[in-house]
């Protein structure tokens, strides 16, 4: 990956420094608490209200990269915090699914590969096994969700779970077992083949027959509808293929990851401000900046396993979908507690033109990592 220019390394210190002036004061007002979005500018708490939600380790991991960014201890106290709180989720069955991976590696693994302490180690482990105990054998795949609803979910798995996937790889290397990773290889192997189409495009939800293990049918999931394309699905398939090139070594997985990443940089026009899905009605202007920052944060991976125009091309666009949500799409006042703007839930439901904690979360962690300094949570 090349060097950036000097005019880019000025404007990342100029974002970091933005960040540093913002965060200090909106973490010391939401001490002791674990934000999902914001109301009227002011961050939620999902401490009490909803503490298995999917989201909750992200606080904790963006209080670790500021304490990296910064050295402030409160950070560090805050971070510790939001992983206290998760254990009760350790102890909720219903809480627990393939989403451990976003709850503990932000906050137990990564504090100990810190720190090496034994309290994260036991949580991240107790993660890890409950994770891979969510494999079907006879598919191949991590099972992603909980029945809720009165609907089956046996079957589904879904393209986020490659972001999880580093919880089992971890455990490998931390236990020397190698069942961990042959879980992780063979999900992402799955995907690979099952949510991956011919032009690059992925679908969100693929459900199979949980007994033959038989792909039955892709759902539009959080996406527009069957056979479209939700850019944050297409934003964890970048990022979390990268990842299991990385675990592995496995170069399919590099080839997959560029697949998707050539398939969105041709989708992502002039503008670089990201829709709810790629294949969206041309006339709805609704738009996901956490696909944006997602997407720029897994580029950076890509480009960093790569070298010369390659790796450039990769970069040139994450760098473009930063600055894009710089200048256009975050909230730089005191006024708000967020920074992303247009952040959305899915293209269906109401959770439009929100703040969302993953966005902000990303973008934090993409700028620290073109400064070289972010920590490697994923
Ligand atoms: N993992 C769920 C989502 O991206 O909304």
Same mark, same amino acid.
């Given at each position: 990956?090349r060097?950036l220019?000097g005019?880019?390394?000025?404007?990342?210190?100029?974002?970091?420094?933005k960040i540093?002036d913002k965060?200090?004061p909106?973490?010391e007002r939401?001490?002791d #608490?674990?934000?999902? =979005?914001t109301?009227s500018?002011?961050?939620d708490?999902k401490?009490?209200? %909803?503490?298995?939600?999917? +989201?909750?380790?992200?606080?904790?991991?963006?209080?670790?990269?500021?304490?990296?960014l910064t050295?402030n201890?409160?950070?560090?106290?805050?971070?510790?915090g939001?992983?206290?709180?998760?254990?009760?989720v350790?102890?909720?069955?219903?809480?627990?699914?393939?989403d451990?991976g976003?709850?503990?590696?932000?906050?137990?693994?990564i504090?100990y590969k810190?720190?090496?302490?034994?309290e994260?180690?036991n949580?991240?482990m107790?993660a890890?096994g409950?994770?891979?105990?969510r494999?079907?054998?006879?598919?191949n795949f991590i099972?992603?969700w909980?029945?809720?609803?009165?609907?089956?979910?046996?079957?589904?798995?879904?393209i986020?779970?490659m972001?999880?996937l580093?919880?089992?790889?971890?455990a #490998?290397?931390?236990? =020397?077992?190698p069942?961990f990773?042959m879980m992780?290889?063979?999900?992402a %192997?799955?995907?690979?083949k +099952?949510?991956v189409?011919?032009?690059?495009?992925?679908?969100?939800?693929?459900?199979?027959d949980?007994f033959?293990g038989?792909?039955?049918?892709?759902?539009?999931g959080?996406?527009?509808?069957v056979g479209?394309?939700?850019?944050?699905?297409q934003s964890?398939g970048i990022y979390?293929?990268?990842?299991?090139y990385?675990?592995?070594g496995d170069k399919?997985y590099?080839?997959t990851s560029?697949k998707?990443?050539?398939?969105?940089?041709?989708e992502l026009?002039?503008s670089?401000?990201v829709?709810i899905d790629y294949r969206?009605?041309?006339?709805?202007?609704?738009?996901?900046s956490?696909a944006?920052?997602?997407t720029?944060?897994g580029?950076i991976?890509l480009a960093?396993q790569?070298?010369?125009?390659?790796?450039d091309?990769?970069l040139?666009?994450?760098?473009?979908l930063?600055?894009?949500?710089?200048?256009?799409?975050i909230?730089?006042?005191?006024?708000?507690?967020?920074l992303?703007?247009?952040c959305a839930v899915d293209?269906?439901?109401?959770?439009?033109?929100m703040?969302?904690?993953y966005?902000?979360y990303?973008f934090i962690?993409?700028?620290?990592?073109l400064?070289?300094t972010?920590?490697?949570?994923?």
């Amino acid at each position: 990956m090349r060097k950036l220019t000097g005019e880019e390394q000025k404007w990342v210190k100029d974002t970091l420094g933005k960040i540093k002036d913002k965060m200090v004061p909106v973490t010391e007002r939401n001490l002791d #608490s674990i934000p999902y =979005t914001t109301m009227s500018g002011r961050f939620d708490d999902k401490s009490e209200s %909803d503490v298995c939600w999917w +989201t909750n380790g992200f606080w904790g991991g963006e209080m670790w990269q500021l304490y990296k960014l910064t050295g402030n201890e409160m950070f560090k106290k805050e971070a510790i915090g939001v992983e206290d709180k998760l254990d009760k989720v350790l102890m909720i069955n219903e809480g627990l699914d393939h989403d451990n991976g976003f709850k503990w590696l932000p906050t137990s693994v990564i504090r100990y590969k810190l720190e090496k302490n034994k309290e994260s180690y036991n949580r991240a482990m107790l993660a890890a096994g409950n994770m891979a105990g969510r494999f079907n054998l006879a598919g191949n795949f991590i099972r992603a969700w909980n029945n809720w609803d009165d609907v089956d979910r046996r079957g589904f798995a879904i393209i986020d779970c490659m972001m999880n996937l580093p919880l089992l790889y971890w455990a #490998s290397e931390e236990t =020397t077992d190698p069942r961990f990773k042959m879980m992780a290889v063979a999900h992402a %192997d799955t995907a690979m083949k +099952t949510f991956v189409r011919e032009d690059g495009s992925v679908n969100h939800i693929v459900v199979f027959d949980p007994f033959t293990g038989k792909m039955v049918e892709s759902l539009g999931g959080q996406g527009y509808g069957v056979g479209s394309s939700w850019t944050r699905g297409q934003s964890w398939g970048i990022y979390g293929f990268a990842l299991s090139y990385g675990y592995t070594g496995d170069k399919k997985y590099l080839e997959t990851s560029k697949k998707i990443a050539d398939y969105v940089i041709s989708e992502l026009g002039d503008s670089y401000l990201v829709p709810i899905d790629y294949r969206q009605p041309k006339d709805v202007d609704l738009e996901d900046s956490t696909a944006a920052a997602i997407t720029a944060s897994g580029l950076i991976e890509l480009a960093s396993q790569l070298e010369g125009e390659e790796a450039d091309k990769y970069l040139d666009a994450a760098i473009k979908l930063l600055k894009t949500l710089d200048e256009k799409r975050i909230s730089w006042g005191l006024d708000t507690d967020n920074l992303l703007n247009n952040c959305a839930v899915d293209y269906h439901g109401d959770g439009h033109n929100m703040s969302i904690i993953y966005g902000d979360y990303y973008f934090i962690e993409a700028m620290m990592k073109l400064d070289g300094t972010a920590l490697k949570i994923f």
